[in-house]
């Protein structure tokens, strides 16, 4: 290769690693001011957060798991006599678990893994969002900015103090953006310039079905919510598209321009979900069986919140709003706070105030600049996308009728208000891009110190991630380490199953995993992590009679018995009866420092 090729390919490149370099800013800026704003130090890092209640622990139990097996493969250390598998309890999304498992080859530790995690899902939402605000041809800086701006939005602080690992990782939602540009027809598929570059007919109808087919495959490598979401947006988007097309006369290629994004979305994430129905020959029942359609609406969205700046804002008196809103509002208690930063809350305001201009405004619209703006076939993309997801969000709205006609697994439309605000920080970046240079300065600093104060301020106080030693646990799996051999299987009481099965007295839903959490090398197998639905699970349901509970200690082979005393506030002779049929000796072996966990060995079989 000659200097001049080589310096050739270098200056074509060139632009390329630019806007890289400015991705990986907006990352490196969301991940340091997230952890500024959560207060976070390596000593936090290195414990287990307590924001989040139960479950942040269910995800310390996933990200323990994957520093010792990949996600979807069996970890024999959990489901004891099974083991556990990510896999049929639906937990870990393919990008996360393929992330998580590089990440455990150099953070072998499960809680580290995840604190970890959390603070690098803000590093990828920025990097994600930055492409999505190119598309929309705003300048790189005001781009890479806004995608911090929604990296580190109030939501995703949320999620982190709500123990929602994977929702916060919503890197997927600027790429349904970019999916509803090229949905919405040729005037703003970002794809089409590359796509009429090609040298013959064919090359240029692959790379028109090409390119919206592989972001479908990243959107449906992410989390089922977000994947789902991008299929109610994109192809409704289309769908408005195609109508309006057909009312002006268009013929059967106007209106099925713009499908290949839909048609990649719906062969994809179709492919994706028969894979997780089937059993292979372990799971039987379904993992949401019990979701009703009534949840729907109990975990709708409501609109106001939308408009109003969250209970944590750093900006004095504004947050009171929310909290007096919620205390007032006695509908959909159990929805979530939506969680926009303010400047998308304004942003989303004036989008929905334009939709009545822009049906009544007419030619007449381009005689100013609001109304060019307005009239802008990108604007009038986000706005229609805008309008076609409240129809989702909102209490009583679509996503009832999505519960009736395709099932209530996805009840908590509330989380579409990420959608929203990628949709309004679009349309003020529009607005932002028209600005002349002084006074794009001038605003966006403003804007800047809004988000600041907004976003960051009030994290620590608010949401505080509150880190704990857990000295009791940790110095309880030691005593059991050094009392039982390797490799030996416990079995906990009470008999739970995974996932999602609700407090028994005083143990909240996840607290069985604790013990797990702490435990070196796999050297115990503990049973918690059998899932119901499935033949691991068998082993143990139905044991509740003492008769019953010691035929399946003695089938697994198990050599101990951990009980958990909070679990029988009232009825300690419930686990004495069960302990009892299988060990002859109702003194623990091992006792947790303040009394709460008891180990009872089970004699070997002769």
Known sequence: MTSDTAASRLRRSRPLLVEIAWAAGAAVVSILAAALALGLDPGALARRWTAGGDDQILHYLLFTSATQTFPFATNEALGFPDGFNAFFSTQFDLASALTVSVLGIVIPNGIVLLNTFYLLTFGSVGAAAYPFFRVLRVRPWLSAGLAVVFA???YHFLRVASGHAFLANYWTIPLLGILVLAAAGESTDPFRRWARSATSRRSALLRRWAAPAVVALLIASGGGYYYVFAAIVVGGVWGIGAVSRLVRGGGLRSVLGGAAPVVALVVVISAELLLLSLGYGERYEPYFEGRRIAESELYAGKFLPLLFPWAATGIPKLGTISVLYYAESGSSPMTEPPGLPLIASLALGVLLAALPVLALGGAGLRRSAVGRLLDDSRFRVLAAATLWTLAFYLLTGLGMAFAFLVGPTIRAWSRLSIVLCLLALGALALALERMRRRSLIVVASLLALVAVSDQLLGVREDLPVDPVADNEVVQLVDSVDDALPDGCGV???????????????????????????????????????SIEGTTGFDVWDGSGSPASFAEAVRGSGACAVLVDTAAYPEDAEAWRSLVGAVSPDLEPEVASSAGRWLLFEVPAQG
């Open 152 to 154: 580190l939005a109030p």
């Open 491 to 529: 079995v906990q009481l009470p008999i739970k199953s995974f996932p999602d099965t609700g407090s028994i007295g005083g143990m909240r839903d996840y607290d069985e995993a604790l013990p797990y959490l702490y435990t070196d090398d796999a050297s115990l197998r503990w049973s918690y992590g």
